[in-house]
């Protein structure tokens, strides 16, 4: 039976009520279009759930203090019995464990930017599980709010082959294009899976990284939403985040700076990548 695994830090810390829980009943609507099933993932009361509920997904939606949950967080969410939100990291370590091979998400996390003269990297655990989980992960490139050239040199650091699915370059998030190499470049769930295929039957325990560009109507040129994206992580700087605090912050910023835009972009290539996710599962449970 193919599968799809999705994140709920979406849910919880990516996008307001109720857009966030619209958002997580159309990606797993459109999982199942494509003849595949969902499982949307999480902690409720310290429980992992492999398969949110429409009650639990809402829960998610709308309580307060969801622990949003990396790797580092999931034991301390478990043992206190708190409702956790997965992040990229932390959905690829529990898909994994229950026999999940494909997981659709909207963006990684990566490298994040720093100001000039700092020594210091802000490094997500979403690299570090792409390097440890053998998934398919199919999504629009790392967050455009990141370091994009860092991000893609530690990719390959870590070993992850990265695949440009219909483009020859890694998009970034909200647009096509980033100037950045893909390793290869496929157009069609079949090519996808026989990657895959390829990578398992040579042992090899990284994810496969497909890189989606966001639909042509909803995406935002570099040009136009660089701009946008300095000034929210200069604010950021300002106000001194660090950690699990930058992405949230970062993506509401842009929220308001562009009008909504950029969650009209974030929604329309989340819904585009469930889709393209369900294809490959059903190529590669075929």
């Known amino acids: 039976m193919p599968t799809v695994a999705l994140e709920s830090t979406v849910i919880a810390h990516g996008l307001p009520y109720p ?6 009943l159309r990606l797993e609507a459109a999982v199942c279009a494509e003849g595949a099933t969902p499982h949307t993932l999480g902690l409720i009361g310290g ?20 622990r949003k949950a990396s790797l580092r967080d999931l034991p301390l969410v478990a043992a206190q019995g708190l409702d956790g939100a997965t992040t990229v990291a932390a959905t690829m370590h529990l898909a994994h464990r229950a026999g999940l091979r494909v997981f659709a998400t909207g963006g990684i996390g990566g490298v994040h930017r720093t100001a000039p003269g700092e020594a210091t990297w802000d490094v997500s655990a979403d690299l570090t599980a792409l390097g440890r989980y053998p998934l398919v992960v199919v999504c629009a ?39 950045l190499p893909v390793d290869v470049r496929c157009d069609t769930p079949a090519e996808v899976a026989a990657l895959a295929r390829a990578r398992d039957a040579l042992g090899l325990p ?3 990284l497909v890189t989606v560009p966001p639909p042509a109507e909803a995406a935002v040129p570099v040009a136009e939403i660089e701009p946008v994206i300095a000034e929210a992580v200069a604010e950021m700087e300002a106000l001194g985040l660090r950690s699990g605090a930058v992405t949230p912050f970062l993506l509401r910023r842009l929220g308001a700076l562009t009008h909504g835009r950029s969650l009209d972009t974030n929604l329309a290539l989340l819904e585009q990548n469930a889709r393209i996710a369900a294809q490959i599962a059903v190529a590669l449970a075929g």
Do not use: C, W
């Open 47 to 66: 429980e992992v759930v492999v398969g949110l509920d429409a009650d639990q997904i809402r829960h998610l939606a709308t309580a307060e203090g969801v």
């Open 141 to 179: 490139g790392a967050k455009a709010i990141l370091d994009l050239r860092a991000t893609r040199e530690a990719l390959e650091t870590q070993g992850v082959t990265v695949v440009g699915y219909g483009t020859d370059e890694m998009p970034a998030f909200y647009s096509a294009t980033s100037g």
């Open 206 to 208: 990284q994810a496969l």
């Open 19 to 24: 857009e966030n829980e619209q958002a997580a």
